[in-house]
């Protein structure tokens, strides 16, 4: 489940995330946690919380903008609270193909990014290079085109971002946290949640909603954060460390998830559910393209900017 701490360790820190053990996410934090703990000969010691020991999401940010030790799976979106142009990079149908985010991540607009987060935020990226998924639609009926969707109460993580998408593509977004949604399904409070393949099995939604949609409306990626004060507080060996291991874990989970996506397809047909592949892309493109236009406090011209990294 974790690293284990050694007892020579010089700084000792924790790293939070809200997945289940068995989802790719909690695979690569360990892998992190032991490459940072062997590479610094012991003088780092990571401990791993998975499935939200720690806190909710939000719980956690407050908790390293303050100072506390801790290492925090990053979402574009949340970071956005603090930096409004992180944002974009979570955008509906930003990418057709997830290789092209780390144009996006060599970039100067990227650099810009990490730099207010840094100001504004207190936090310290260390890397968001690690593929979480594509995003589909666990419900009991199929949402495969606009009429589908229309009305559907849907699970959302309290982030404008989800919830202008699922505005545009007609359904009602329902905030609700990661560690509720498994209850919030169940009971009735939403009809359908959206998330990677790997997640909706973590979760066991499949036990309360047989039928998903590959709309891929989202294709996330995370990645690892702390509290800027105290990263700067270490020696440059280990910054180095934690920044260049963080990115190392990215490409491992990428790779990983990748490669698991038709395995937890395979395992949630095994549990009954029904995939609907014929899903109208092209018409929910176009619903949310309006989307980028609902963020006054983004820099002007941010998402031409994004687009034309994207697309060169």
């Known amino acids: 489940m974790s690293a284990v701490p050694a007892l020579s360790a010089e700084i000792e820190l924790r790293l939070a995330h809200v997945a289940a053990e068995s989802e790719p996410l909690h695979a690569a934090a360990v892998f992190f946690a032991d490459a940072v703990e062997k590479r610094s000969k012991g003088r780092i010691s990571i401990t791993v919380h998975p499935s939200g020991q720690l806190g909710s999401n939000a719980e956690v940010y407050e908790q390293v903008k303050v100072g506390a030790p801790i290492i925090q799976v990053s979402d574009p979106g949340y970071l956005s609270d603090y930096e409004p142009n992180f944002g974009v990079l979570n955008g509906p149908y930003l990418l057709e193909d997830p290789a092209d985010f780390q144009k996006l991540l060599n970039s100067d607009l990227y650099a810009e990014m990490i730099a207010g987060v840094r100001k504004t935020g207190n936090f310290e990226v260390l890397s968001m290079n690690w593929l979480f998924g594509a995003r589909h639609i666990i419900s009991n009926r199929s949402v495969t085109n606009l009429d589908e969707a229309k009305g559907l109460k849907i699970r959302v993580p309290p982030n404008v971002m989800w919830i202008e998408t699922m505005k545009a593509m007609g359904a009602d977004g329902i905030q609700i946290a990661w560690a509720e949604v498994y209850t919030g399904l169940s009971s009735g409070v939403v009809a359908a949640a959206e998330a990677p393949l790997a997640s ?83 018409a929910f493109q176009k619903a949310t393209a309006s989307v980028y236009e609902q963020f006054p406090k983004w820099s002007k011209g941010l998402y031409a900017r994004v687009r034309k990294v994207l697309d060169n």
């Open 200 to 282: 909706i099995w973590g979760a066991k939604l499949y036990e309360s909603a047989k039928e998903i949609s590959m709309t891929g409306h989202f294709k996330a990626f995370v990645g690892l954060a702390m509290n800027s004060d105290l990263y700067a507080s270490y020696p440059e060996d280990i910054q180095t460390i934690l920044s260049e291991e963080a990115v190392a874990a990215g490409i491992m989970i990428t790779n990983l998830v990748l490669r698991s996506e038709a395995e937890y397809r395979a395992k949630l047909e095994a549990e009954g559910v029904t995939f609907h592949t014929a899903v109208d892309v092209e």
